[in-house]
């Protein structure tokens, strides 16, 4: 079954206290991709990459990094998280950047910081 | 600086009948457009694409059309039916998608 998994699907943290999301996807999409999804605004992209060891920012990038080393996995990494960053994160995969089909997104990630 | 607005944040319309959604961008630069469901505690799902160099495209019970010169684009369900409930997404793609705030749509019996 094609499906991008993150884990976990929730998530309370401290502030200041790193944390990775992880995402990783089955179907040998090149393209992969990191929203936020907040209350009127939604989904904004966070970082894309388009293939292994390729990724960029996306429209809101502050605070995260990620990284790229296999074709399947995309972690999110908070290295200090703060209080606004608490959010409803989604990964997404395609088969490229610009796939008319659609991206597949994972479940979520909800976290919280406090 | 949101390229996608999606100006209604509601929906409600009774089951059998016409659900209209509307979503409207700046970029005239987006090559096409993308309609995303989701339901709650889910990721979204894509639903529907179309072409900028198309006015319309059906599939099913979900067509939508584009308006270029208004920078418009909507999409019917019909006949909306319960298991439509749920939050729509408008999206747009140039070199990275764009997405709208969302619409949630509520289907009454």
């Known amino acids: 079954e094609a499906q991008v998994t993150q884990n976990p699907r929730y998530l309370i943290t401290v502030t200041g206290k790193k944390l990775t999301v992880t995402c990783s996807q089955n179907?040998?999409?090149?393209?992969m991709s990191w929203y936020r999804q907040d209350p009127g605004l939604g989904l904004r992209q966070i970082y894309y990459?388009?293939?292994?060891?390729?990724?960029d920012k996306g429209d809101v990038p502050e605070g995260y990094k990620v990284s790229r080393k296999e074709k399947r996995n995309f972690p999110l990494i908070l290295e200090s998280p703060s209080p606004n960053q608490t959010s409803l994160y989604f990964c997404?995969?395609?088969?490229?950047?610009?796939?008319?089909?659609?991206?597949?997104f994972g479940q979520g990630t909800r976290l919280t910081v406090v | 600086d949101q390229q996608v607005k999606q100006n209604s944040p509601s929906l409600s319309v009774q089951e059998g009948r016409i659900s209209i959604l509307n979503c409207d961008y700046t970029n005239s630069m987006f090559d096409y457009f993308l309609w995303y469901k989701k339901y709650p505690a889910e990721g979204p799902t894509f639903l529907i694409s179309i072409s900028s160099i198309k006015d319309k495209n059906e599939d099913g019970r979900f067509t939508v059309f584009l308006n270029k010169s208004a920078k418009h684009l909507s999409l019917h369900i019909v006949p909306s039916q319960p298991g439509d409930s749920a939050v729509y997404f408008c999206?747009?793609?140039?070199?990275?998608?764009?997405f709208g705030a969302g619409t949630t749509v509520t289907v009454r019996a």
């Open positions: 179907m040998n999409h090149e393209y």
């Open positions: 999206a747009a793609f140039d070199y990275k998608l764009s």
């Open positions: 990459s388009m293939n292994v060891e390729v990724t």
């Open positions: 997404a995969s395609s088969l490229s950047g610009g796939s008319s089909q659609g991206a597949f």
